[in-house]
């Protein structure tokens, strides 16, 4: 499985299950693991990096009251 990055890189993943009608795709921090990616949780922040390039960051939704 491939797939895009909002920085415009590719992460090619091997050996994953896809559900094409899902609307959002989850990927297990294992898996990415697997092939050199380092994940960083911090509170609400969330960022995945393969050396010094960011892949992917982001930040949880907290419900509003």
Same mark, same amino acid.
């Given at each position: 499985?491939?797939?895009?990055? @909002?920085? =415009?890189?590719?992460? %090619? +993943? ?10 959002? %795709?989850? #990927? @297990?921090? =294992?898996?990415?693991?697997d092939? &050199?990616?380092? %994940?960083? @949780?911090d &509170? %609400? +922040? &969330?960022? #995945?990096?393969? =050396?010094?390039? #960011?892949?992917?960051? &982001? ?7």
């Amino acid at each position: 499985m491939t797939v895009n990055l @909002f920085n =415009g890189s590719t992460l %090619n +993943l091997k050996d994953v299950r896809h559900v094409p009608k899902l609307k959002r %795709n989850w #990927i @297990f921090v =294992g898996r990415l693991v697997d092939v &050199g990616v380092k %994940n960083t @949780f911090d &509170g %609400n +922040l &969330g960022k #995945i990096t393969k =050396g010094a390039m #960011i892949m992917s960051y &982001g930040k949880k939704k907290v419900p509003s009251t």
